[in-house]
């Protein structure tokens, strides 16, 4: 079984799809700031978050909940916004953005997680991080250029120096992470 929370207008087929308001396509409604989800342990193979982490109250707990839901070596797939980019800051719903290190806090095979692994019990090795860069983003677009996703790793540490001291540069990180039992 998949999950996608947070669907909204993006219904996807074979997914159940959850989102706070029973829209149309919207399999189950539930409000994720309300603890525990209504979802059975290690019932999904993948679950997708995608522009959903930054809306929640608490992450660790949303963290943790995925992590109790999802089946042991199941896929977490997230999109979220950047912290210093526009799309943190343009929403009035967003409550934070993220830094790609924040991700590393619940992988055990990351200096994070093993200098601090009484932040949490979830543990997900990261499969996929990638920089998502939008030039010009949101006053103009280039032609043929709109979105560019940065997955090398070499690439990824200039693009992330550079991201982190200039803002708008990274607009959004995508992350899989792999449930660890």
Known sequence: MKLNLGAGNDI???YVNHDLVNLHGIDLVH?????????KDNAFDEIIANDLLEHLDDFMKAMEEAHRILKP????????????SWCTHADPTHKRGFHELRFHFFDPNS???????????????ISSEI??????????????????????????KIVGLIGNTLSNIIIDLEMELEKVS
């Open 73 to 84: 070596g199941g896929l977490f797939k997230i999109r979220v916004p950047y912290w210093n």
């Open 131 to 156: 920089f998502v860069l939008a030039p010009l983003s949101p006053y103009a677009s280039i032609p043929l250029l709109r979105i560019i996703k940065v997955k090398n790793k070499f690439l990824k």
């Open 31 to 39: 409000d994720l700031n309300n603890y525990p989800w209504p979802m």
């Open 12 to 14: 996807k087929k074979n």
């Open 111 to 125: 200096s994070y997680c093993k200098e601090r692994p009484y932040y949490t019990h979830a543990r997900f090795h």
